[in-house]
């Protein structure tokens, strides 16, 4: 592994005032695990090394990304104070997130330049026998299945020369589906795999390293439900499923759908279903057939938005607030003004109410690409020079319109997953 750096292990490096890369401490580390170990036992996590039987560090471990709750999982599988996590510096905005991940040796990431600071950190934490967990995906799952990543991976792990491993999580998706406020109890398991070895990094190039890493992430979370899921414990599970799935299956009309409790209803036609136990969802009114699951309602969706697209004067305008923070983001976020967001093939303009003095802004649709959404919250920007926005819509349900507009102007009108 040619990394050009000293083999002798760095002390905890301080930068923009909080502490990254580095051996994790041991203190913090080992007490945030004995919570997490108590903190998941309603989870029931099960873990197989089998596939790495033998491995030692220091390697890549890439992980599929369902909900919030990954990272925190991950942990479990490794040895204590052996691994450093990349991070989108985005989350250094929080003072106590700041703390924790500079404690345990996260390494920040900006999130739209070539970050030559963090490529050292990431070959350093290899250099001195260390596991590097990367979330390639770079945000959690929308409908329980994998998403799209660049290649820039798998080019480090070929100038890296070390083993790719993948950790793939099951259950954590129903656990906090990307419509919950709140995390539930529900069955989780991790399998770790061996995606190549050495000898295999060294023998391929970067386009195979590339494929190999996604068919080692590709998951469907409601493809092994039957199998490994439920009976589940929830008291609400349907509350706020608008954020994600919008369009009604019966009538076809968009932004028409409202969850309360167990049950999504059409507010236009009346047509409804409702989650049963094992987090399926069974049709309770209306004439159609059976109710989509969520990834076929999900792609449903995602194709009548791509037939509307089709027109080329079509496009999605929104009203709502922008707010902005400029980097090194150590603050919260600042209100930028009022006004509409109008999202074109070409990107999104952000133009505030008269008066109110904010210049309109422009965002190429190049640089949205993997745009993070926190459903029914916020859409969320980095521009070229690493300052971050983040547009909040009047109608929440909205907003995964805007990520699914992106994702079919960027990628086309097929569903990776269809």
């Known amino acids: 592994m040619d990394s050009g750096l000293k083999t002798k292990e760095r002390p905890l490096r301080r930068r923009e005032g909080h502490v990254d890369g580095g051996r994790p401490a041991p203190l913090l580390t080992h007490a945030v695990r004995g919570f997490l170990r108590l903190w998941f036992l309603p989870y029931r996590l099960q873990i197989d090394r089998t596939g790495i039987q033998g491995l030692k560090p220091p390697y890549i471990l890439i992980v599929n990304h369902p909900s919030n709750l990954d990272a925190f999982l991950v942990e479990q599988c490794l040895p204590a104070c052996s691994s450093n996590y990349l991070a989108s510096a985005y989350f250094y905005r929080f003072p106590i997130l700041r703390f924790l991940l500079g404690r345990v040796g996260a390494i920040p990431k900006l999130h739209s330049a070539k970050d030559l600071n963090a490529l050292r950190l990431m070959r350093g934490a290899l250099n001195h026998g260390r596991i590097l967990v990367v979330f390639p995906e770079g945000r959690r799952s929308l409908e329980g299945r994998g998403s799209r990543f660049s290649e820039a991976l798998a080019k480090f792990a070929k100038k890296s020369g070390v083993p790719v491993v993948a950790a793939v999580i099951t259950g954590s998706y129903h656990a906090w589906p990307r419509w919950s406020r709140t995390p539930r109890p529900a069955p989780v398991s991790i399998r770790l795999s061996t995606v190549m070895t050495t000898e295999a990094i060294a023998a391929a190039s970067t386009e195979d ?189 909205a907003l995964i319109r805007m990520e699914q507009f992106v994702d079919i102007a960027l990628h086309g009108d097929v569903s990776p997953f269809a």
């Not at 590709?218 to 092994?224: G, N, Y």
């Not at 965002?363 to 993997?370: Q, S, V």
């Open 209 to 397: 390293i590339h494929e190999r890493m996604l068919a080692a992430l590709r998951f469907d979370e409601f493809a092994v439900m039957p199998r490994s899921g439920g009976p589940y414990r929830w008291r609400k599970p349907a509350e706020h499923i608008e954020w994600l799935l919008h369009l009604c299956p019966d009538c076809g009309r968009d932004l028409a759908i409202t969850g309360e409790g167990r049950t999504a209803t059409c507010r236009y036609c009346g047509a409804a279903a409702a989650f049963d136990r094992f987090g399926k969802l069974v049709r309770t009114s209306g004439q159609g057939a059976a109710w989509p699951q969520v990834p076929a309602w999900f792609d449903r969706q995602r194709a009548d938005l791509a037939t509307r697209m089709q027109a080329a004067s079509f496009c999605l305008t929104e009203s709502g607030t922008m707010l902005r923070m400029a980097p090194p983001p150590k603050t919260s976020m600042q209100f930028y003004g009022t006004g509409t967001a109008r999202l074109t093939r070409d990107g999104l303009t952000f133009e505030e109410q008269a008066g109110q003095g904010a210049a309109p802004v422009f965002f190429p649709m190049a640089i949205l690409d993997m745009l993070p959404v926190s459903l029914g919250r916020t859409l969320e920007i980095c521009d070229e020079q690493n300052v971050y926005w983040q547009f909040r819509s009047d109608r929440p349900e």
